[in-house]
């Protein structure tokens, strides 16, 4: 059996998933990019039956960084393409891309996935689960390594906010495209108007689940150069929950 390297899939950018602007969400993209994912991965055999059922085990986003050239808008037809490269023992890391009818590359992302337990939440191997037919893309999205995020500031804490039903997806956690959401409301519409995301890498520390409260800090101390950051811990405050860097740049 053949298994092909990338995946590709057409998405139409929809009223309700736009901003106040008419351009796609950015959380709205994430869901774009974690749908085409799932999909090559249902194609590999690699999906979340399959890995539950060979491995009792669960795919989890561990880290994330998308780069943007341009926010598709209201109407638009987009395609997102996915690869993943060859994975290391307990890291896998995919690519994507997004283009718009014409072709032209609208956004790049690159992300590292895990396998772990879905009992015990551990990490299992990864390197082993994709078919050995599988011929690996080397290519990048973006030629840049995920590291550790952290302030240059004082953390500000922004407000506290509840895990409810909507934040949960098939997992039983925060689905990852939430935190995005969560980051974005750290902020007013008043600086979503001035300020624009053009990249946002996320690191993805612990599971939040129902019932349970995220503090959101933010530091803005580097906002003259383009930078600001948030993060997410329990409100206990001995769990990192998430850490978020954005590059932003002014509307105009």
Same mark, same amino acid.
């Given at each position: 059996?053949?298994?092909?390297?990338?995946?590709?899939?057409?998405?139409?950018?929809?009223?309700?998933?736009? &901003?106040?602007?008419?351009?796609?969400? !950015?959380?709205?993209?994430? !869901?774009?990019?974690?749908?085409?994912?799932?999909?090559?991965?249902?194609?590999?055999?690699?999906?979340?039956?399959?890995?539950?059922?060979?491995?009792?085990?669960?795919?989890? !986003?561990?880290?994330?960084?998308?780069? !943007?050239?341009? #926010?598709?808008?209201?109407?638009?037809?987009?395609?997102?393409?996915?690869?993943?490269?060859?994975?290391?023992?307990?890291?896998?890391?995919?690519?994507?891309?997004?283009? &718009?009818?014409?072709?032209?590359?609208?956004?790049?992302?690159?992300?590292?996935?895990?396998?772990?337990?879905?009992?015990?939440?551990?990490?299992?191997?990864?390197?082993?689960?994709?078919?050995?037919?599988?011929?690996?893309?080397?290519?990048?999205?973006?030629?840049?390594?995920?590291?550790?995020?952290?302030?240059?500031?004082?953390?500000?804490?922004?407000?506290?906010?509840?895990?409810?039903?909507? &934040?949960?997806?098939?997992?039983?956690?925060?689905?990852?495209?939430?935190?995005?959401?969560?980051?974005?409301?750290?902020?007013?519409?008043?600086?979503?108007?001035?300020?624009?995301?053009?990249?946002?890498?996320?690191? #993805?520390?612990?599971?939040?689940?129902?019932?349970?409260?995220?503090?959101?800090?933010?530091?803005?101390?580097?906002?003259?150069?383009?930078?600001? #950051?948030?993060?997410?811990?329990?409100?206990?405050? &001995?769990?990192?929950?998430?850490?978020?860097?954005?590059?932003?740049?002014?509307?105009?």
């Amino acid at each position: 059996m053949r298994f092909s390297p990338s995946f590709s899939k057409e998405y139409e950018v929809e009223v309700g998933l736009v &901003d106040f602007r008419g351009n796609i969400k !950015l959380s709205a993209l994430f !869901l774009c990019l974690q749908d085409a994912a799932v999909l090559h991965g249902e194609e590999l055999g690699i999906g979340r039956k399959e890995m539950l059922a060979k491995h009792n085990g669960l795919w989890v !986003l561990a880290r994330m960084r998308v780069d !943007l050239m341009r #926010y598709p808008a209201w109407g638009e037809r987009i395609t997102v393409e996915t690869w993943p490269n060859l994975p290391g023992r307990v890291e896998c890391l995919r690519n994507f891309l997004v283009r &718009d009818a014409q072709g032209e590359v609208l956004a790049k992302a690159v992300s590292v996935w895990v396998v772990i337990d879905v009992e015990t939440r551990r990490l299992q191997k990864a390197e082993s689960v994709f078919p050995e037919a599988l011929q690996f893309i080397s290519e990048k999205a973006i030629d840049a390594k995920l590291g550790k995020l952290r302030a240059e500031g004082e953390l500000e804490p922004v407000h506290k906010r509840v895990v409810g039903y909507s &934040d949960i997806d098939v997992n039983g956690h925060v689905n990852n495209a939430k935190y995005v959401d969560f980051i974005a409301d750290c902020f007013s519409l008043a600086a979503h108007k001035k300020h624009r995301i053009n990249s946002i890498e996320v690191n #993805y520390s612990n599971e939040a689940l129902p019932g349970e409260t995220v503090t959101l800090y933010k530091d803005i101390s580097r906002l003259d150069q383009g930078l600001v #950051y948030v993060e997410g811990v329990n409100a206990e405050g &001995d769990k990192l929950i998430f850490k978020a860097k954005m590059g932003i740049e002014p509307c105009y």
